[in-house]
T-cell receptor, first 113, second 114 residues
Framework: DQQVKQNSPSLSVQEGRISILNCDYT??????FLWYKKYPAEGPTFLIS?????DKNEDGRFTVFLNKSAKHLSLHIVPSQPGDSAVYFC????????????FGGGTRLMVKP | ETGVTQTPRHLVMGMTNKKSLKCEQH?????MYWYKQSAKKPLELMFV???????ENNSVPSRFSPECPNSSHLFLHLHTLQPEDSALYLC?????????????FGPGTRLTVT
């Protein structure tokens, strides 16, 4: 039973437009959420995180939104650039249980020039 | 060298072989992790070490044996693997095991078991 799900395996967006990647979770004990980006032949790279005491965190072109009641988070990339093309993973942890991440299956983002 | 490094990057081994994967972190972190990513499956946590002590073992078969001789190095010893163990093995580190810290990943070892 997957506790973190990314229901869209792929997303295609035009350069300059907004990319919205979604993630749902089932474990109400999760209190820390992260997004990672992965290029081929590289390990995942940390992008942005949010703790459960917030509902939004912004870092440059990247914003993560957390809706605790819906157990849903999303990553917004504005404006999208061709270099953003990668696989994006959502991850979650229960800080009280240690820093063990549960990952979603990933969404492949393609940004077309 | 900076960040988290892993060697080898690619490994092909037979089912009767014994091999080891190596991970080194240059970040001064106290916690290290092994993950497995099989085709079309999410990353799965295998082992967690905090200050060289194993704190988590997620029901991993005994043919995978981790070793953490110090807080900068982590090994994964492999023996009598099965073809279904073919996957990308990723090492990660974080500042600590307790608390809200992001994990930094190495590039991974692509393992093929023939």
């Amino acid at each position: 039973d997957q506790q973190v799900k990314q229901n869209s395996p792929s997303l295609s967006v035009q350069e300059g437009r907004i990319s919205i990647l979604n993630c749902d979770y089932t474990n109400s004990m999760f209190d820390y959420f992260l997004w990672y980006k992965k290029y081929p032949a590289e390990g995942p790279t940390f992008l942005i995180s949010i703790s459960s005491i917030k509902d939004k965190n912004e870092d440059g072109r990247f914003t993560v939104f957390l809706n605790k009641s819906a157990k849903h988070l999303s990553l917004h990339i504005v404006p999208s650039q061709p270099g953003d093309s990668a696989v994006y993973f959502c991850a979650a942890s229960d800080g009280n249980a240690g820093n063990m991440l549960t990952f979603g299956g990933g969404t492949r983002l393609m940004v077309k020039p | 060298e900076t960040g988290v490094t892993q060697t080898p990057r690619h490994l092909v081994m037979g089912m009767t072989n014994k091999k080891s994967l190596k991970c080194e972190q240059h970040l001064g972190h106290n916690a290290m992790y092994w993950y497995k990513q099989s085709a079309k499956k999410p990353l799965e946590l295998m082992f967690v070490y905090s200050l060289e002590e194993r704190v988590e073992n997620n029901s991993v078969p005994s043919r995978f044996s981790p070793e953490c001789p110090n807080s900068s190095h982590l090994f994964l010893h492999l023996h009598t693997l099965q073809p279904e163990d073919s996957a990308l093995y990723l090492c990660a580190s974080s500042q600590d095991y307790r608390g809200l810290y992001e994990q930094y990943f190495g590039p991974g070892t692509r393992l093929t078991v023939t």
